[in-house]
């Protein structure tokens, strides 16, 4: 249609040391303008490298990305440069550690 997708993707923090046994993952929503559908995972990829940094207690986060939950094309023409907007974001924190599989599981996200 109009070569634009709307891609849900999974981000997971952590950090080193672990001073609390907090797990947090954010989930978020970008616009991809591509042509080629099949390489959305290696554009996501490219532009969302895993980065480390230190953090404000002196230890070192790691944010990087665990899936690609959800792709759809859009059925509107946006006239704007939309590629790689960011749409959406919410943070997910959970009480322990938790695999992405879990969080995906308990939030439905790949729903």
């Given amino acids: 249609m109009y070569d634009i997708y709307s891609v849900k993707v999974l981000f997971e923090s952590t950090t080193s040391p672990r001073l609390s046994p907090e797990k947090i993952f954010e989930e978020r929503i970008f616009l991809i303008k591509t042509k080629k559908p099949d390489e959305i995972e290696s554009i996501i990829l490219?532009?969302?490298?895993?980065?480390?940094y230190e953090n404000s207690e002196g230890g070192m986060t790691t944010n990087k990305v665990v899936a690609i939950l959800d792709t759809f094309e859009l059925v509107d023409n946006l006239e704007e440069s939309v590629h790689?907007?960011?749409?959406?974001?919410?943070?997910?924190?959970?009480?322990?550690e938790t695999s992405p599989e879990e969080a995906i599981e308990r939030y439905s996200l790949d729903k």
């Fill in 84 to 96: 790689l907007k960011e749409v959406y974001s919410r943070y997910l924190v959970f009480e322990k």
């Fill in 46 to 52: 490219e532009n969302f490298p895993e980065e480390t």
